[in-house]
């Protein structure tokens, strides 16, 4: 597993795992990942921001954003909710779509799993995210996903403080 300070990855075949410890409580961290309103405060990354379109953290809900540029420029992306265990994991699909949620063909797709793990230190975030074949991960990381989300972990830990 590849890894700096606090961020961790590791890449086999069509998954990335990607570990993050945050020095808080699994409450605060699931609320971070589950609540639109914080989510927009750090899920892109800088000079980048996440604007929430909608949000239904359920069950079969839906979250649809944009990642918006300092240039005016928009990717649209969902998270299709499919199971929530509160506090301890939630499963989604996701994937790039149009401003009203339709999804873009020919791009990558995932299913991510984020489980939160109460530790002596803090939560410990694990994000797991399966693609349907090598090449679709291999696109997302030539877009950039690690660093784009490791930036956005960061913003995360850079908030915490005013979430406690």
Known sequence: MESTEKFRHEINGKEVRIERQFDTDVATAWRAFTDAKILDQWWAPKPWKCVTKSQEFKENGRWTYAMQGPEGEEHWSFMDYKTIVPQ??????????????????????????????????????????????????????DMGFLQGYEMGLQNLEDLLPQLR
Do not use: A, H, M
Not at 107 to 130: A, E, H
């Open 88 to 141: 301890e994991f939630y499963i989604g699909e996701d994937g790039f779509s149009d401003k009203d949620g339709n999804v873009q063909e020919g791009l990558p797709r995932s299913t991510w799993k984020v489980d939160f793990r109460s530790q002596d230190k803090g939560t410990l975030v694990t994000s797991t995210c399966t693609f349907e074949k090598e090449e679709d991960l291999q696109q997302l990381l």
